[in-house]
């Protein structure tokens, strides 16, 4: 069993920056599919990034090109580096891993049948 625990949320203004980060304790993270996902105010939990065992990575078609998803295996952390932000990006950030399912790349991953999830870290951007 692994234990996720998110920070780096925060306030900032459009076209800012933040950098998540997801500690991963009880577990090799390298070991499992790790992703970040959101969920905005009245919105479902939507796909954001992923990373998986070989470090293959992907994002979702809103946020390519502005944000990338790492992994420390050294220090057993995610990270989700955050560019160029818009308010549409305001959300809570979850972080998420599967030890059985691998992410091969891609636009999506499923969120159901994950079953290890951090409590998450609130994203606010300012217009």
């Known amino acids: 069993q692994v234990q996720l625990v998110e920070s780096g949320g925060g306030l900032v203004q459009a076209g800012g920056s933040l950098r998540l980060s997801c500690a991963a304790s009880g577990r090799t993270i390298s070991s499992y599919a790790t992703g970040w996902f959101r969920q905005a105010p009245g919105k479902e939990r939507e796909f954001v990034a992923a990373?998986?065992?070989?470090?293959?990575?992907g994002y979702a078609d809103s946020v390519k090109g502005r944000f990338t998803i790492s992994r420390d295996n050294a220090k057993n952390t995610v990270y989700l580096q955050m560019n160029c932000l818009k308010p549409e990006d305001t959300a809570v950030y979850y972080c998420?891993?599967?030890?059985?399912?691998?992410?091969?790349?891609?636009?999506?991953?499923?969120?159901?049948?994950?079953?290890?999830w951090g409590k998450g870290t609130l994203v606010t951007v300012s217009s």
């Open positions: 998420a891993a599967d030890p059985s399912r691998n992410f091969v790349g891609g636009s999506t991953w499923s969120k159901y049948a994950i079953p290890y």
């Open positions: 990373i998986g065992w070989s470090g293959i990575t």
